[in-house]
């Protein structure tokens, strides 16, 4: 029996969730990727309890373990001033989820009202919004992130507001698209001849048709997000010292290159995981709910 008539025995009787479900949990990818998201927010949550050395998440200096090798007392090793880097990873993905949640958060919402406006209202409405968004898709997301954060003092919130800045545009163009795509649809003029406010259409009609093209989205722009923060602490404008940060750490590891070789590594492998992660999960969700992007 082929691939797809199993699934479409395993179909029969199942409503849309547990067939979506279905899907989802065969496929490998996925799963690997959600166990990965899964233990980098656990790991996160429960850094305290979990890091071997929680105190390393300060402003501890220990010269006599700097610079240790893995060992099983210390997995990924020691950094220059002897803390564990595990234990510091563990408390860096807090500081990355923290900027994916804050970014996401901001620029999410905004983006989708945009989107919807514009889409629904066309017109004025839609050249104005549209054109406004071309233009700052035309701006390189980390030119200008360099440049607010250059600008204000590096930190975690001005990070934040500097990724936000640009983030809400993909958004912008990706519900602009659905919502033109659903504007003829027979439930759009039901709502309509039924005398439904345009607040109604757009938001209780209108939305809920995006919702999975949204849930993938974020899905797959976490990992970019984590990826941007790095970058900018990387260079010294996001997350400053003794703060863990997972780009402040590969940078500060890459001075001892290649002597010392896991203080660079081990915070780059823990990018690495995150990133990984959150686009298995969201190519997962991709398949499941049969959405484009």
Sequence with gaps: MSAPDMELSAGRGMTSRQMAWYRFSKNPAAMIGAFIVLSVVVGAIFAPWLAPSPESAGNLVNFRDRHGAPTWEHLMGTDNVGRDIFSRVLYGYRVSLGLVVGVLGIAVPFGVVLGLTAGYFGGWTE???????????????????????????????????????????????????IVKGQMNEDYVEAARVAGASHFHIMFRELLPNCISAISVKISLDAGFVILFGAALS????????????????????????????????????????AILGFNLLGDGLRDMMDVET
């Design 234 to 273: 990387f260079l010294g404008l996001g997350v400053q010292p003794p703060t863990p940060d997972l780009g402040t750490m590969v940078s500060t590891g890459s001075e001892y290159l290649p002597e010392y070789w896991w203080e660079a590594l081990m915070p780059g492998l823990a990018i690495l995981y």
């Design 127 to 177: 050249t104005i919004i549209m054109r406004f968004t071309d233009v700052m898709l035309a701006i390189p997301p980390l030119a200008m992130a360099l440049a607010i954060t250059a600008v204000l003092s590096p930190n975690l919130i001005n990070a934040m507001i500097a990724i936000t800045m640009l983030w809400w545009t993909w958004h912008t163009r990706l519900i602009y698209r």
